[in-house]
């Protein structure tokens, strides 16, 4: 199964206006964190914003946010106030497990074009 | 400032060469990755080191190895390069220890062509 997907392979939203990136998880292991990566065309990965299962409230950095709902194993990505800038590939991320957390697993991306 | 770099951008192989992909991280990080990154299938994961000279074969290893030396070198290696394995290949690296919050610091990434 897949551990992280992301359901968009394409999205587009007008300059300044709200966008939701969605990201689902399958992990069975109680503790684990989830993170945001930008990618723009020049192919640097860049480091969002991060959440962890035990985290109480929801993650915010600037205006990103993250709506993670455990339940339904969700950490969609918020982007508020879009800018030109914001066009590029974005990933979901997670690391799971205490004792195993070597590895970052990847979803497929999501491509959002913020137009003028 | 952390950084992790590529040896190169971009390369042209042909078909059945061996090819090295070299990266080199500055932040004494444990953890290196080499991801493989295709049209709608995100990033997986090859190999992944956790230590010197210890390996362990992530998603899809098939075809390619890997050596890590030295604590801040990771390289991978196309035995006999072939047409499947045009893509972009990505280096990561990360502490280990500090929690699961610490993040995947990336290269730039190089884009490989197998001609």
């Known amino acids: 199964a897949q551990k992280i997907t992301q359901t968009q392979p394409g999205m587009f939203v007008q300059e300044k206006e709200a966008v939701t990136l969605d990201c689902t998880y399958d992990?069975?292991?109680?503790?684990?964190?989830l993170f945001w990566y930008k990618q723009p065309s020049s192919g640097e990965m860049i480091f969002l914003i991060y959440q962890g299962s035990y985290d109480q409230q929801n993650a915010t950095e600037g205006r990103y946010s993250l709506n993670f709902q455990k339940a339904r194993k969700s950490a969609n990505l918020v982007i508020s106030a879009s800018q030109l800038g914001d066009s590029a590939m974005y990933f979901c991320?997670?690391?799971?497990?205490?004792?195993?957390?070597?590895?970052?697993?990847f979803g497929s991306g999501t491509k959002l074009n913020v137009k003028p | 400032d952390v950084k992790v770099t590529q040896s190169s951008r971009y390369l042209v192989k042909r078909t059945g060469e061996k090819v090295f992909l070299e990266c080199v991280q500055d932040?004494?990080?444990?953890?290196m990755f080499w991801y493989r990154q295709d049209p709608g299938l995100g990033l997986r994961l090859i190999y992944f080191s956790y230590d010197v000279k210890m390996k362990e074969k992530g998603d899809i290893p098939e075809g390619y190895s890997v050596s890590r030396e030295k604590k801040e070198r990771f390289s991978l290696i196309l035995e006999s390069a072939s047409t499947n394995q045009t893509s972009m290949y990505l280096c990561?690296?990360?502490?280990f220890g500090e929690g699961l919050n610490t993040e995947a610091f990336f290269g730039q990434g190089t884009r490989l062509t197998v001609v």
């Open positions: 992990t069975s292991d109680p503790s684990y964190g």
């Open positions: 990561a690296s990360s502490s």
């Open positions: 932040m004494d990080h444990e953890n």
């Open positions: 991320a997670m690391r799971e497990g205490e004792y195993n957390f070597n590895k970052f697993y």
